[in-house]
């Protein structure tokens, strides 16, 4: 076993110093930043994970989206079949010894779901779920306003299914180099159905987004720690601020059945309200 000692024992180049001293860090770490707890944010783009990691700074070691480029170049190269899982749980494993957040909170945790659980089993979770028509509407109007990374402009393609063909209802999607309805709500449908499946009920908190303010008392309590200690001020970060009004351009009739088609079951369990007005 490599220890600070035995690597200076082997030789005294700048190399053999720069790797005792990462390797010193490594093992004082848990020592000098010790976790109060360990959570995770793992809600949809565009469901309140920014919200979440804004309200626990600057008090609590958090994130949003931490290494997201090297993190979604692993994802899809696992998906590929061109890196192994394991490869994927060993960086993950990796990052959380390096970082030592508190929190972290991001879309991409759904693609490392397995992995969490498994891997750290006093980690909690915290699901973000917005309502699917808001959701949809607040992610087009974030895609049509801001442009992204190749990396990023690559996950999308893959968990929208760029293949997918329009319908003629949904033409005007395509005209804005949007996916498909059956992209876009499927993956939300997927995303929400596979948190709930995997992690165990016990370790998991689900927030409305549109309840995020009123629900940081639940959340403090969740994770066993001071209300106080939370910005109660972030509680609605990074609002959109360009409104395209694309899905008021698709016949209503249309976007319900494909609602229906993906979401319906989700909906009434999580937005029974909501669904009752579209009636």
Known sequence: MNTPISILSRGS????FKLARELLKRQLRPILKPRRFQAYCLGTAKSGTHSIAEIFNPNYRALHEPESEELIAKVLAAQNSQQSKSALLEYVKRRDRNMRLEL???QLNYFLLDSLVSEFPNAKFILTIRDCYSWLDS???HQLSRT???NWQ???D???DSNSEYKEEERILAQHGLYTLDGYLSYWAEHNREVLTTVPKEKLLVVRTHEIPQEIEKIADFLSISLDKLNLSKAHSFKAKNHFNILSEID???IDNQVNLHCKSLMDEFFPEFMQCRE
């Open 148 to 150: 992204c990374s190749p």
């Open 154 to 156: 690559r996950l999308r």
């Open 139 to 141: 992610f087009i109007n």
């Open 158 to 160: 893959f968990r929208f």
């Open 13 to 16: 180049s700048s190399s053999h």
């Open 252 to 254: 209503k009739q249309f």
């Open 104 to 106: 972290d909170s991001s």
